[in-house]
Each structure stands twice: as structure tokens, then as C-alpha cells.
């Protein structure tokens, strides 16, 4: 599995489509100061569902979608898709080619798509769950980062490996299923006094 291509049209500072494609091997992205290189990495890591707008170097969500320039107006609507090859089928879905998309409007609607057919969040969160490369994944090393890791508390140091071995689904999965037994007990008990109010 590798990144095949971002297409970002109206994010930050790409007003216009741009399609950035890459190949087996490194890929560098070079540029003067504030040219938009980090603008890109902030572009996959909002595809894959980022909601801290911190992280994304904004104060509101709004901020991601291109706020214009002195010959240019602001647009409407933020839009990022990128493009994964899965012919080893890492990712579990059958498509030899996966494609996420995300869009933001400045009303504040907002919509995810995967190969095209809109989504929830959540399906986008599952399919990249231990691959390394969800939001909270270690695909993406940003500034300063590294340092974080290395001095942060045991628990969050925990959580990086426990996706690199691939155990972040089952926990996951283990919180929903403790989640709805709870749920069910307190069911059960509302059913009990209902029957001893019968009785
Ligand atoms: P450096 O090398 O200094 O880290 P960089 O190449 O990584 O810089 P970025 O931080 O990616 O640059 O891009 C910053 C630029 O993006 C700034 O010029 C900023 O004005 C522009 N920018 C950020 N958000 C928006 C937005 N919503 N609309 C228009 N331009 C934006």
C-alpha cells in the first residue's frame, strides 16, 4: 500500500485543483518559506478525519478552506482527496485503488466519500485503524513530534505502538462491546424493578 495522490482544490493555500502524484521511493516537497509544504501534510492529515483544529494550525475548522488573497476571493468550500494504492489489500476492502475524500463548506456542512460514495467518519477511522496511517497513526511525523514522543507520558507512548501492532480494532471493539453490555445490565435491572412493581 502506498499514497498514489492529493488532489486539493480551495484548502488553505491551494485555491485552484492541484494534484500532487508520487511513485514508489522518496518524494520531496520543496519550497520557499510559507509556500504551502506543511499546508500538504495538513491536507492528509484533515482527509483522515482530523477534527483538532489545532493540529491543523487554524482556530476554527472554517480556517482550512482558502480565505483569499489581494487578487483572489475567498472560496466557498474546501475539498481533499487522496488516493491509495491497496493491491496488497492492507487496507480490508476489496478495492484495488481507495480513495478518501473530505469536504468542507463554509455554511459548515461537511461530507466524507470513499471511492466516491459518502461515508461517516467512523468507516474512515475503521479502514485505517492500525495501518500507521489514521490521524492518530505514525505515518505522519510533524515538527517537533518526535520529541513529544519521547518525553510524553507511558499511557500515550502506549497508544503509538499499540498501532503499530495492530491491536487498536480489537480495543476498540472491546470498548463497544463493554459499552453495550453495561448498557444491557442497566436494561436489566429497569426490567427487574419493573417486575417487582408487578409482583
Ligand atoms: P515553512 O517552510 O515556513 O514552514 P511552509 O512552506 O510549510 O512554510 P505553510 O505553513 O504550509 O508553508 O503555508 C503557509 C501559507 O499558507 C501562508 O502563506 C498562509 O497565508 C497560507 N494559508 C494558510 N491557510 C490559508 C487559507 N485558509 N487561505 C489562504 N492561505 C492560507
Redesign the pocket.
Known amino acids: 500500500m502506498y499514497l498514489k495522490s492529493i488532489e486539493v482544490q480551495g484548502f ?2 491551494f485555491a485552484n485543483k492541484i494534484v500532487f502524484e508520487f511513485h514508489n521511493g522518496i518524494t520531496g516537497i520543496v ?1 520557499p ?7 500538504v501534510a495538513d491536507a492528509v492529515r484533515w482527509v483522515l478525519g482530523e477534527q483538532r483544529v489545532k493540529q491543523l494550525r487554524g482556530g476554527t475548522m472554517q ?5 483569499g488573497t489581494e487578487n483572489r476571493k475567498p472560496l466557498s468550500f474546501a475539498s481533499v482527496a487522496i488516493t491509495m494504492d491497496n493491491s496488497d489489500h492492507k487496507l480490508s476492502v476489496a478495492y484495488e485503488e481507495v480513495t478518501v475524500t473530505r469536504r468542507l463548506y463554509r455554511s459548515g456542512e461537511s461530507e466524507y466519500l470513499l471511492n466516491g460514495t459518502v461515508c461517516r467518519l467512523k468507516d474512515i477511522q475503521e479502514l485505517f485503524y492500525d495501518t500507521g496511517i489514521g490521524k492518530e497513526g505514525y505515518s505522519i511525523i510533524g515538527q517537533g513530534q518526535i520529541d513529544r514522543i519521547l518525553s510524553t507520558k507511558p499511557e500515550e507512548a502506549r497508544e503509538l505502538f499499540d498501532e503499530a501492532t495492530g491491536i487498536v480494532k480489537f480495543k476498540k471493539r472491546k470498548k463497544t462491546a463493554e459499552k453495550k453490555l453495561e448498557d444491557e445490565k442497566q436494561n436489566l435491572l429497569r426490567v427487574n424493578d419493573i417486575l417487582t412493581e408487578l409482583e
Open positions: 488553505k493555500s519550497g518559506n510559507g509556500s504551502g509544504k506543511s499546508n480556517d482550512v478552506i482558502f480565505s
